[in-house]
């Protein structure tokens, strides 16, 4: 025979499950991150001529003769193809600004003004056609290491004053972005 289950008189009863207010949770989920940038460096601590010369990029210092640093060195082969040149992923163009924080020195592609005079020596034009000469350059350059099996490798020009330069732009674009 079966027994029956006496009941515990004393026992608590089960409460329904509280639910929770995720009013706290919204706000953090859907707020927008606070940023904490680094204090921009003051501009009036630099000359004008000073702050013309940390505007630009280190290749085009005036005792430099090109933009890049460039090496040869000898032809490798990746996956079964001849590499001829090789640019580094450091190797980036440099990002014209004037005072105001607005882009300068701007085409299509970025030219900077060192390779400008060099076209204009080379050309002997004051204003060359700047696309067409360095597409022109650029496929001789091709045939060139091709014929005599050289490897060009180009490295961003680096000075002492790389850290410097980055502060100028970042405090040059906050400005004009407070102005508008």
């Given at each position: 025979m079966?027994?029956?289950?006496?009941?515990?008189?004393?026992?608590?009863?089960?409460?329904?499950?509280?639910?929770?207010?995720?009013?706290?949770?919204?706000?953090v989920?859907?707020?927008?991150?606070?940023?904490e940038?680094?204090?921009?460096?003051?501009?009036?601590?630099?000359?004008?001529?000073?702050?013309?010369e940390?505007?630009?990029?280190?290749?085009?210092?005036?005792?430099?003769k090109?933009y890049?640093?460039?090496?040869?060195?000898?032809?490798?082969?990746?996956?079964?193809?001849?590499?001829?040149?090789?640019?580094?992923?450091?190797?980036?163009?440099?990002?014209?600004r004037?005072?105001?924080?607005?882009?300068?020195?701007?085409t299509?592609?970025?030219?900077?003004?060192?390779?400008?005079?060099?076209?204009?020596?080379i050309?002997?034009e004051?204003?060359?056609?700047?696309t067409?000469?360095?597409?022109?350059?650029?496929?001789?350059?091709?045939?060139?290491?091709k014929?005599?099996?050289?490897?060009?490798?180009?490295?961003?020009?680096t000075?002492?004053?790389?850290?410097?330069?980055?502060?100028?732009?970042?405090?040059?674009?906050?400005?004009?972005?407070?102005?508008?």
């Open positions: 079966a027994t029956k289950k006496n009941p515990v008189k004393n026992a608590m009863r089960k409460k329904a499950p509280v639910r929770k207010n995720l009013a706290a949770a919204a706000k989920v859907h707020s927008k991150p606070e940023r940038y680094a204090p921009l460096i003051d501009l009036g601590q630099f000359s004008e001529e000073e702050l013309a940390l505007m630009v990029a280190a290749g085009d210092a005036p005792a430099r090109t890049f640093d460039y090496s040869e060195e000898a032809p490798y082969t990746r996956s079964g193809q001849r590499i001829y040149l090789e640019v580094g992923r450091d190797s980036t163009m440099f990002d014209y004037d005072e105001n924080g607005t882009r300068v020195e701007r299509m592609v970025t030219v900077p003004p060192k390779l400008r005079e060099q076209l204009q020596e050309t002997g004051e204003q060359p056609i700047v067409t000469s360095i597409i022109a350059l650029a496929s001789w350059a091709c045939q060139e290491l014929k005599t099996k050289r490897r060009l490798v180009v490295t961003t020009a000075d002492d004053l790389d850290p410097v330069r980055k502060q100028v732009r970042k405090a040059i674009v906050a400005k004009s972005r407070k102005t508008r």
